[in-house]
């Protein structure tokens, strides 16, 4: 089972719908979230982190339940621009102090006019 | 802004043969990451380099190595190249201890092994 599991998508959206993603982690340690967005061939790019109470930008929605383990991000009055893969991504510390991104595969988001 | 910077952009090699690939970090951050994201797949990371040493790699085979220079700076190396070391290899870089505000990546190295 990979440590961090998302929707498989592709998620095929008109413009102006309101889509939600969800992600799931196995590991418990893991402390801080992410949501970044990758658009086809270029790099991934930090699009929120999440919070334990849960944050806001725009139209963007993030939500994090640590009992649960899950995450999700709420895209509203989706816009052609968004169209790209977000990844979930997690991060924890390992013996030795140091820390890393655990990524997602990725869903995929494809918003048509 | 002096965002992460990697080289080459693209690269091909063939099998058996060795490649280096280059990352220079974001001003002000010390820590280099390294990913593989295979088509279709997130990112995988392969090693983080802090204070010019490996801290911890992932899973892959002693063929993939690296450096990080007092500069921060980094290099990956990838010995006896097989066709299935085709992806696109990201460098990220972030500051010791300030995880939360997550990496800056490089726009990678796509290398394709023929």
């Known amino acids: 089972r990979k440590e961090v599991e998302q929707d498989p998508g592709p998620f095929n959206v008109p413009e102006g719908a309101t889509v939600a993603f969800n992600c799931t982690y196995s590991n418990s340690a893991s402390q801080s979230f992410f949501w970044y967005r990758q658009d086809c061939r270029k790099e991934p790019k930090l699009l929120m982190s999440?919070?334990?109470s849960g944050n806001e930008d725009g139209r963007f929605t993030a939500q994090l339940n640590r009992a649960s383990q899950y995450i999700s991000l709420l895209i509203r009055d989706s816009k052609l621009s968004d169209s790209a893969t977000y990844l979930c991504?997690?991060?924890?510390?390992?013996?030795?102090?140091?820390?890393?991104?655990?990524f997602g595969a990725g869903t995929r988001l494809a918003v048509h006019p | 802004d002096a965002g992460v910077t990697q080289s080459p952009t693209h690269l091909i090699k063939t099998r058996g043969q060795q490649v280096t690939l280059r990352c220079s970090p974001k001003s002000g951050h010390d820590t280099v990451s390294w990913y593989q994201q295979a088509l279709g797949q997130g990112p995988q990371f392969i090693f983080q380099?802090?204070?010019?040493?490996?801290?911890q790699r992932g899973n892959f085979p002693d063929r993939f190595s690296g450096h990080q220079f007092p500069n921060y700076s980094s290099e990956l190396n990838v010995n006896a190249l097989l066709l299935g070391d085709s992806a696109l290899y990201l460098c990220?870089?972030?500051?010791?201890?300030?995880?939360?505000?997550?990496?800056?990546f490089g726009s990678g190295t796509r290398l394709t092994v023929v």
């Open positions: 380099y802090y204070e010019e040493e490996e801290r």
């Open positions: 990220a870089s972030s500051l010791e201890g300030r995880l939360y505000y997550g990496y800056t």
């Open positions: 991504v997690v991060s924890r510390t390992f013996s030795g102090g140091y820390n890393k991104l655990i």
């Open positions: 999440v919070y334990s």
